[in-house]
């Protein structure tokens, strides 16, 4: 079984360097741009079922890069990061230091915890692996997301900064699931 992974297009708080969490705004000129590339490839992929997180952003993407016209689920456990008070602020210095370190204990209000995020993200893709054993799958989703997915096949790094580990705009990660 092969696991696709596409973080969505650019939007305004992308741009912007601003939490976006689940806030719904949609993809600007630059996200459909990428969308369009990224549809090049998945065209050429053997895709079974493409599962989409509501956003928006997300869904936006994948209606532009599905040019096979592929069967679509939407699923809020794709749903990007609760980013609580948060979202739609500027990204300070708590973005460097303690919002992907994944053993910080700075609580704000009403985000969620990287240990929260990952354990939904490991119970959809168990889930994944018993219900869809045989399907090749696209998962259109969030940066938080993609994250927690290449850590369910990766170690967590000892100082626990997952900073480094994120996907661009319209990145297409593999993985055997």
Known sequence: MKLYVMR??????????????????????????QAKEASNIVKNL????????????TRHTCRIANVNNIDVIYDDRLMERDCGILTDKDLG???????WNYYSSKKVDGLETI??????????????????????????????????IYFYFNEIPKDGMLDKFGSSNCEIKEYDL
Request: overall charge negative.
């Open 8 to 33: 969505h297009g650019m939007t305004k708080c992308n741009e912007e360097h601003k939490y976006n969490g689940r806030l719904d705004e949609d993809i600007n000129d630059e996200g459909i741009n």
């Open 93 to 99: 210095e708590f973005y460097y230091t303690d919002y």
């Open 115 to 148: 240990q929260d995020l990952f354990l939904r993200v490991k119970l959809f893709l168990d889930e994944l692996k018993e219900k869809y054993r045989d399907k090749n799958i696209l998962l259109v989703t969030h940066g938080g997301v993609a994250r927690g």
């Open 46 to 57: 053997d895709i079974d079922l493409i599962i989409s997180s509501p956003l928006l952003r």
